[in-house]
């Protein structure tokens, strides 16, 4: 695709990289078979393929309406297009240049911009968001039925084992993780710690950054990855850990590529680099042999988050876990295409996000699991809002003796 970039981009970084990923696309068509946006609207400029010329005008200069931003906002940035496109168009990465761009030529609101900033200033910040979650169970009866949902009950983790073995590996509390389903990290831990792994926490290693980011406060997001980064970095530069591992895929994905977004970053550039090599899913650290079991633990169906599956390019590793310690995995329908999570995404734009939900939980239900596994707690969260069928993360299946 031919591009005449605006002055006020061209020969930029950030121009040269749109640049290079417009010039891929051949405008085929082939994502908006798997585009979730496209699949509940219908309309091509919900679509990547329709964002991509929104885009492209924009940073060509054109002018910029609120509807343009709005097809941008729409994005769930499942990146399913990425795992589709026959030229390797990198649109997760278009679309943050994109958005970047609209969002400083347009102006949002006054209430949406107050209900951004709210979930950018509590999200990401786990002592504000734990202090909320409290106040939201005391009031979990008032609440509205759509709010309710989004308030679990208080989970109980279990113990932490103690560290005790040479192999030792970093993993990251979480900005809403360690509040909303602190038994995560805690059962990683304990399957870990069976195969001769100890994870550890460190203090102070607060949000990836991905919330902020996403939100349009892209450089308020990289203040959270270096925060993070220099959380970490004292045990990732003396070699006291091997590597960091994720337990949530959404995290995962963004820290994978710390090194992308901090490129331009004199100071952190080389660290950022060296924090993304060392991260990996828990699925990457686990072996089949590990967890093998000897028994059979029932119907599970597995929900690969788009972050895994798009964003990671994992697919299959859960599921062989899963098979390994004794589940019957039952067949998902149109498993590549998301949940309606997508980090605030479910909060911002409720209806789709809901419609989403519900053609997953559909197929999820379809082969009657006993429980639906997932492998990012958003996805969980969300899910668990609406489904029957209890929702939990992969790891505290394995958990299960």
Not at 160 to 174: C, D, E, T, Y
Not at 248 to 264: D, F, I, P, Q, R
Request: net charge positive.
């Amino acid at each position: 695709m031919q591009t005449e970039l605006a002055d006020f981009i061209r020969n930029t970084p950030e121009g040269d990289e749109a640049q290079a990923i417009l010039r891929k696309c051949v405008h085929c068509g082939f994502c908006t078979a798997t585009c979730p946006t496209y699949q509940v609207l219908g309309d091509d400029l919900d679509s990547p393929r329709g964002r991509i010329y929104l885009m492209k005008r924009a940073l060509e200069g054109a002018p910029v309406t609120d509807k343009t931003r709005l097809h941008l906002d729409r994005c769930l940035t499942c990146r399913a297009c990425e795992t589709t496109c026959p030229s390797g168009v990198r649109y997760g990465r278009l679309v943050d240049i994109g958005r970047a761009v609209v969002e400083s030529k347009t102006r949002r609101g006054p209430l949406e911009r107050a209900r951004r900033a709210l979930l950018a200033r509590t999200l990401p910040r786990p002592r504000l968001f734990a202090a909320g979650l409290a106040l939201g169970r005391l009031a979990r009866p008032l609440l509205p039925p759509a709010l309710r949902a989004k308030v679990p009950a208080r989970a109980t983790p279990g113990a932490w084992p103690a560290p005790r073995h040479a192999r030792k590996m970093l993993a990251l509390a979480g900005c809403v993780q360690s509040s909303l389903a602190p038994s995560i990290n805690a059962a990683a831990a304990r399957v870990l710690d069976r195969a001769g792994i100890s994870l550890i926490e460190a203090p102070g290693a607060g949000c990836c950054g991905a919330l902020r980011f996403h939100l349009n406060y892209q450089e308020q997001g990289r203040d959270d990855m270096r925060a993070l980064i220099d959380a970490w970095w004292p045990r990732a530069a003396s070699g006291e850990i091997e590597a960091i591992v994720m337990t949530a895929s959404g995290c995962g994905v963004t820290v994978k590529e710390y090194g992308h977004y901090l490129a331009g970053d004199e100071r952190y550039r080389e660290k950022a680099a060296r924090i993304s090599a060392l991260t990996g899913d828990l699925c990457e650290v686990l072996t089949p042999q590990m967890v093998a079991g000897g028994r059979a633990r029932g119907k599970v169906a597995f929900q690969s988050p788009c972050t895994l599956q798009h964003g990671q390019q994992i697919r299959g590793k859960v599921e062989a876990l899963l098979r390994a310690a004794g589940y019957e995995l039952t067949p998902v329908n149109d498993a590549h295409l998301c949940c309606g999570s997508a980090g605030t995404y479910s909060l911002l734009h409720p209806e789709i996000a809901g419609e989403l939900r519900s053609r997953k939980l559909a197929a999820l239900n379809a082969g009657a699991p006993e429980v639906i596994a997932t492998a990012n707690v958003g996805c969980l969260s969300h899910l668990q809002g609406a489904s029957a069928t209890p929702v939990k993360h992969w790891i505290e299946l394995l958990d299960v003796k």
